[in-house]
């Protein structure tokens, strides 16, 4: 697997195709903190929406950094498609990783907030651009050409579907007064609601672990759901 990820991580290194979120992110990043002081989970919740789109662009860039051919003799090197879409679940789980450090670290190192953040601020705000980069690639999976032929379909169905859980945040008191919907919904709403709770926070409230967990169960269930449909597909 580690020789798999390697080979997989070089292949997309050499098409170029990260640079453009890359570039994006950090463009976001900079610009976001060029004035200071600046409230501290509000700039996180901000970034952490920056990375669950960005997330939906380097998960279908690196699903699509093979041509055709060239995806079929990897495939037989790893023993199947499932250890070959694993490993690029893997790879995109390092990159959200990444990124949401790197959305922590940076503000914090050039003293970007109106007051020092705390543990419990940089840990909330990991937790929230960890969970909604793992949402944001789960969703976009679902759109790679395992399960979708048309590049035009993979992109829009990609943008739609973002868009449409941060649609939902913005309605989602007009929407889950019907039963039962809000177990089906993607949960991005959750994480901006957590970070809505104000920079005096001096303990992360317990339900706040449980939305986490949702969010990131959410997220495997959809992860299962592009199993499972690919493999419908095959056969």
């Known amino acids: 697997m580690i020789s798999l990820m390697r080979y997989q991580l070089s292949n997309y290194a050499r098409t170029y195709q990260y640079v453009p979120p890359f570039s994006i992110f950090i463009l976001c990043l900079v610009v976001n903190y060029t004035f200071v002081p600046n409230p501290i989970l509000d700039s996180f919740s901000f970034t952490s929406i920056v990375i669950f789109f960005l997330m939906g662009w380097f998960t279908i860039t690196l699903f699509h950094s093979e041509d055709e051919g060239q995806k079929v003799i990897t495939i037989l090197h790893a023993n199947g498609s499932t250890r070959y879409n694993i490993s690029l679940f893997i790879i995109c789980i390092l990159i959200a990783l990444c990124l949401s450090m790197i959305s922590v670290i940076y503000p914090t190192v050039i003293h970007a907030f ?6 419990l601020h940089l840990s909330l705000g990991f937790l929230a651009h960890f969970s909604l980069a793992f949402l944001g690639m789960a969703l976009s999976a679902m759109f790679t050409r395992e399960l979708v032929k ?10 739609s579907v973002l868009l449409f859980a941060v ?50 169960v959410y997220a495997i269930f959809i992860i299962y759901l592009f199993f499972f449909l690919s493999k419908l597909k095959k056969n």
């Open 167 to 216: 649609v939902i945040a913005t309605l989602k008191d007009s929407i889950l007064h019907i039963k039962g919907i809000i177990w089906f919904l993607p949960p991005l709403y959750l994480s901006l609601e957590m970070m809505t709770i104000g920079d005096q926070i001096k303990s992360i409230p317990s339900k706040f672990y449980w939305q986490f967990i949702w969010i990131l």
């Open 150 to 159: 048309s590049k035009q379909n993979t992109w829009w169905g990609v943008i």
């Open 114 to 119: 109106a007051e020092e953040p705390s543990f």
